[in-house]
């Protein structure tokens, strides 16, 4: 009986040395210690915010440390440091520049924007065999479980009664622009939400061309298909 008790005496004493370790800190919002935290908090900043006021002489030890010098770099240290000084851990972009590999939309979400898109707005991409199979394609993942493979408006989500029929291509919007075709897929619509995020401008566009084929606007090309009629790269055409 004593070994029993004597037993149980060191696994309490163990579980509540293992309970101070893990559970006390003096950090109020420290889990304690954790076993393998691996990657669960990034040592990194959260964008955009402070990390206070730096101090200069650190600014300039870390300048120096990457090969600038005092007396020759006093100038442009100097504008580094004011910039830095505040604190921020990243900065917002400069006014009017547009990030690598986006393009400028130039049209508003508005009813105004719509109808100019409508008019303006055109395919940028030649028109083959291959970026139309690519719309379909595309179509098939982003669009038809509510716009149905016809475009009837009759997908496998309105037939669940998830959403409410969106207007058909050979009906209502047979004669749909397609510059206000590809604006729905940027901003969304209605019940649409924007696919912007999603499907990139080309990608878009050669939806755009799939969905004439379904309003029954496209002929066949004037060739098949080949390399030589590949999309070129990502841009929006404006009508002049």
């Not at 959260?46 to 005092?70: F, H, M, Q, V």
């Not at 969106?166 to 590809?182: C, M, N, R, V, W």
């Not at 924007?194 to 990139?200: C, F, G, L, R, V």
């Amino acid at each position: 009986m004593n070994r029993i008790f004597k037993y149980i005496g060191k696994i309490s004493l163990v579980a509540v040395l293992a309970s101070g370790m893990f559970a006390c800190t003096s950090d109020p919002n420290s889990p304690g210690v954790e076993y393998m935290p691996d990657m669960y908090r990034s040592p990194s900043y959260e964008t955009y915010t402070k990390k206070g006021d730096l101090d200069s002489a650190a600014i300039y030890e870390r300048l120096e440390g990457k090969g600038y010098n005092i007396e020759t770099d006093a100038v442009e240290m100097a504008a580094i440091y004011n910039l830095l000084k505040g604190g921020n851990t990243s900065f917002l972009p400069a006014k009017g520049t547009v990030a690598e590999g986006f393009l400028p939309f130039p049209y508003a979400n508005d009813t105004t924007g719509y109808a100019k898109a409508g008019r303006e707005l055109k395919n940028p991409l030649h028109f083959s065999d291959t970026v139309l199979a690519q719309g379909k394609e595309l179509f098939e993942i982003f669009c038809d479980h509510c716009h149905g493979a016809k475009g009837e408006g009759d997908g496998k989500m309105v037939q669940n009664d998830k959403f409410p029929a969106p207007p058909s291509y050979t009906a209502a919007l047979k004669d749909l622009p397609e510059g206000q075709i590809f604006f729905t897929m940027h901003y969304g619509k209605g019940m649409m939400g924007s696919h912007a995020s999603q499907i990139s401008q080309k990608e878009r566009w050669k939806i755009v061309y799939y969905v004439q084929s379904l309003q029954g606007k496209l002929a066949k090309p004037t060739a098949s298909d080949s390399s030589s009629v590949a999309a070129p790269a990502d841009s929006l055409q404006v009508k002049k």
